[in-house]
């Protein structure tokens, strides 16, 4: 084989080669990883049993470790090479092994059985913190686990420096509490020493708060700079991303908003929109694995118009309840049902309005496609010319699918047949 060729050279490599045995390597890794992580999930629910826990106390971090560490296991094994799966994946490990570890905490230190290895639960406990902050780095390295500037990669090596010196700080004063037998739980089975620290911890905490802060606005900015660069499949990865940590967010804000001390209920409720940040992994992994890249603008259209619609409709449902209430003294349920009926009256010409202007700021090729099609609708109505018709909806069909291929049959004259090349 000559030397000109290395392409044809790198695919006729025979078996067992470095790069063979480094992706058999890594799927091996990946195998381990995933059947540790399933026995972890399983010991989830005897240990909840034991520890007498209700379900509002860790488990929606418990089920929402599981998309994020199900991504990573796909990433890492369709791009072993790319960081960001097996990031994914500690963060998804690092959550579950924190909520096993608090219910074998309660169950050794509050419930008074003393089980073995029970200090280890409390160091295992507080990884959940080290495992959030591992986003970051995702973040960082979205979407192929690479760093074009030496400058960045300064920068990632710092942080990850601070981040393995903040955990093993983080060891120490666990081991100081276990050591002065400080070991009470709070409501979420952590160390009250630790999640309301005090003295020399209590310091390092701040000390990298007042590091990692900046980081993470600099990683977020750099993507922000790199959308407003980026074309054609890089910036639909980017929205990807951009979609899932709107929504994570807004989901996470609203369920902080729940106060400490509110009913079951209440609680159960921010349970079930915190599990909005389960779309944050789904988002990275579309992106990363580029499976339908392009219906992103669909979604975020579709996403803002019923939500901009039920907001609208919820206004004017409440406004004219009131009206008729509070203004003209309306106290019966016809009033209600007017009000219903009006609001269900204006949803449909609502949504295609509304619809409309979002498509036209936010997906727009189905806008201007919707357009071509209404246009060629309004000349159909005065065509008399079959020829001009047919080349006609070739053109439109071209311009709203762009397909590959375009063939028109007429059954006067089977034999025409209009090409278009590739779109």
């Known amino acids: 084989m000559s030397e000109a060729d290395p392409a044809i050279g790198a695919s006729t490599a025979p078996a067992g080669t470095g790069g063979e045995r480094a992706r058999l390597s890594s799927r091996s890794v990946a195998l381990a990883s995933a059947i540790l992580f399933a026995l972890l999930a399983v010991a989830w629910a005897p240990l909840w049993l034991l520890a007498r826990q209700s379900p509002l106390v860790n488990g929606g971090e418990a089920l929402g470790a599981i998309p994020f560490a199900v991504v990573g296991l796909v990433i890492a094994r369709r791009q072993p090479r790319n960081p960001i799966g097996w990031l994914l994946f500690g963060i998804g490990g690092c959550l579950l092994l924190s909520v096993d570890s608090g219910f074998y905490a309660v169950i050794s230190y509050r419930l008074g059985h003393h089980l073995p290895l029970a200090p280890v639960a409390l160091f295992l406990y507080e990884l959940w913190g080290p495992g959030l902050l591992l986003f970051a780095l995702v973040i960082l390295l979205f979407p192929d686990g690479t760093l074009p500037s030496r400058f960045a990669r300064g920068i990632l090596w710092a942080f990850a420096a601070g981040l393995v010196l903040f955990t093993a700080a983080l060891a120490a004063a666990v081991a100081q509490a276990i050591a002065g037998h400080h070991l009470g739980l709070d409501a979420y089975d952590g160390l009250v020493v630790i999640d309301r620290a005090t003295g ?37 990865q980017l929205k990807w991303l951009a979609s899932g940590v709107t929504v994570a967010v807004a989901c996470l804000v609203l369920g902080l908003l729940v106060p400490a001390d509110a009913s079951a209920a209440e609680r159960a409720a921010a349970n079930v929109i915190a599990f909005g940040i389960l779309a944050l992994p789904v988002c990275i992994g579309v992106a990363v694995l580029r499976y339908r890249l392009y ?43 007017a009000s219903t009926l009006a609001a269900a009256a204006l949803f449909s010409p609502l949504r295609r309005r509304i619809q409309n202007i979002v498509d036209r700021r936010f997906n727009r090729s189905r806008y201007d496609a919707e357009r071509t099609v209404a246009a060629f609708a309004a000349r159909l109505k005065d065509a008399v010319n079959l020829d001009s018709v047919r080349d006609d909806l070739a053109v439109v069909v071209q311009q709203a699918l762009e397909p590959a291929h375009l063939s028109v049959w007429l059954s006067q004259r089977p034999d025409w047949e209009t090409h278009a090349g590739p779109g």
């Open 200 to 236: 020399w911890f209590a310091h390092v905490q701040a000390a990298f708060g007042v590091v990692g802060a900046p980081f993470v606005v600099w990683c977020v900015a750099r993507q922000v700079l790199g959308w407003r660069r980026a074309s054609g499949e890089r910036r639909q």
């Open 295 to 337: 219906e992103i603008d669909q979604i975020i259209s579709r996403t803002l118009a019923y939500t901009i619609v039920t907001g609208l409709l919820i206004g004017v449902y409440a406004g004219l309840v009131l009206l008729t209430t509070q203004v003209f003294r309306v106290h019966t349920p016809v009033a209600v049902a």
